[in-house]
């Protein structure tokens, strides 16, 4: 499977800030998706992002407050913008290709926001 | 849409105890189904997955099976080990559904000595 790099793996802010989270994988996959996991909740899909083109985003997640890149196919950004205490959370990237073939999950970024 | 339904947790075993996380979903198509355990500070791995229905997932002892006619994909390990508390998330993944993941709500399971 792929191993998929998050940077940075955990992060204290301020508020009305902003933060850019990394995806780096190992080799070139299909698609990525950015997760958020809230305390002691389960994931919640933010966004697909596609290669070449604007993320597609899942409903309650607009782009001004998730922009998110993705330049090739190994490699994608997530921007927290304008940060809120409501917004510390775990951030996942996860990668997919197959149809059917499971989802594989960098070890997330833990954002604390003051 | 799709969903995906976990037993409330948390759930507290003793080493060696029999273990079962319940999970069912609702989806309008042919899902593939996961668990995924998430390590205390870590991120998610997949622990294992069945893509068509009676399809058995098996990985460290845990099993679950695809069940379509009771649209359950219970979690089972026979004797738990202290390392195998976690979260623990049931998924399904639908490709009419832009191959996204729908979890479930996870269950923190905790394994004592």
């Known amino acids: 499977s792929a191993v998929i790099s998050q940077k940075p793996s955990r992060d204290i802010c301020q508020r009305g800030t902003s933060l850019t989270i990394q995806c780096q994988v190992d080799?070139?996959?299909?698609?990525m998706f950015w997760y958020r996991q809230q305390p002691g909740q389960s994931l919640t899909l933010i966004a697909t992002?596609?290669?070449?083109?604007?993320?597609?985003?899942e409903s309650g997640f607009v782009i001004d407050k998730f922009p998110i890149s993705r330049p090739n196919l190994t490699f994608s950004t997530l921007t927290v913008s304008n940060m809120s205490p409501e917004d510390s959370s775990i951030y996942l990237c996860?990668?997919?290709?197959?149809?059917?073939?499971?989802?594989?999950f960098g070890d997330g970024t833990r954002l604390s926001i003051l | 849409g799709d969903s995906v339904t976990q037993m409330e947790g948390p759930v507290t075993l003793s080493e060696e105890a029999f273990l079962t996380i319940n999970c069912t979903y609702t989806?309008?198509?042919?899902?593939?189904l996961f668990w995924y355990v998430q390590y205390p500070g870590e991120g998610l791995q997949l622990l294992l997955k069945a893509t068509k229905a009676d399809d058995k997932g098996s990985n460290k002892g845990f099993e679950a099976t695809y069940r379509k006619e009771t649209t359950s994909f219970h979690l089972e390990k026979g004797s738990v080990q202290v390392s195998d508390s976690a979260v623990y998330f049931c998924a399904l993944r639908e490709e009419t559904s832009g191959s996204r993941l729908t979890f479930g709500e996870g269950t923190q399971l905790t394994v004592n000595p």
């Open positions: 080799s070139q996959v299909t698609m």
């Open positions: 996860s990668v997919g290709s197959l149809a059917g073939q499971p989802q594989h």
């Open positions: 992002a596609n290669q070449g083109s604007e993320a597609t985003y």
């Open positions: 989806a309008t198509g042919y899902p593939s």
